[in-house]
């Protein structure tokens, strides 16, 4: 219901009016395909974790107990040997990479900047103590020949283990 009549009324138009005719359609309120949950227990991951995550949707949550666990592991060769994290390996454009060494840092987020109208000048918020967030990044480093190439999880995935 919505403001007092239902939405599946053939009285709906879609875009130059166009009646639907009793059909469904994408748009306010209408039937859309479904979609893949979305999770956001972690919203700063970079870009490339959240679209590579299209075939493992909780890859940050995978990424966490990674860093956790990694932290107290008795023997981290073993560990990512487990984790099946490639020691060397070769990159999708076919650059052979191997293994130097495995990086988690905290990172606490204590402010925020937004562009004013028009993009040219920002302002600058101190976050409240409630929306100040912590999390711990993951970060492989390999070197590909010429220098040293940080990685994260996602990405090492996609590496073909030589």
Do not use: C
């Not at 166009?18 to 956001?40: D, E, F």
């Not at 870009?47 to 299209?54: L, T």
């Not at 390996?89 to 990086?103: I, M, S, W, Y």
Request: proline letters at 8%; hydrophobic letters at 40%; a negative charge.
């Amino acid at each position: 219901m919505h403001r007092g009549h239902d939405h599946h009324d053939h009285h709906h138009h879609n875009g130059g009016g166009n009646a639907t005719h009793g059909r469904a359609q994408a748009g306010h309120n209408h039937i859309t395909p479904p979609r893949p949950a979305a999770q956001w227990q972690t919203p700063h991951l970079p870009d490339a974790v959240h679209a590579s995550a299209e075939g493992e949707p909780d890859l940050d949550l995978v990424e966490a107990a990674f860093v956790e666990a990694f932290a107290v592991a008795r023997d981290p060769t073993s560990f990512l040997r487990l984790a099946q994290v490639p020691f060397e390996a070769t990159d999708p454009a076919g650059t052979k990479l191997v293994l130097l060494r495995v990086e988690t840092n905290a990172v606490t987020d204590i402010g925020a900047v937004m562009p004013h109208l028009g993009g040219e000048t920002m302002r600058y918020d101190p976050l409240p103590a409630r929306l100040v967030s912590q999390r711990r990044r993951l970060r492989f480093v390999y070197f590909d020949g010429t220098a040293p190439r940080a990685l994260e999880l996602a990405q090492v995935r996609g590496l073909v283990a030589t």
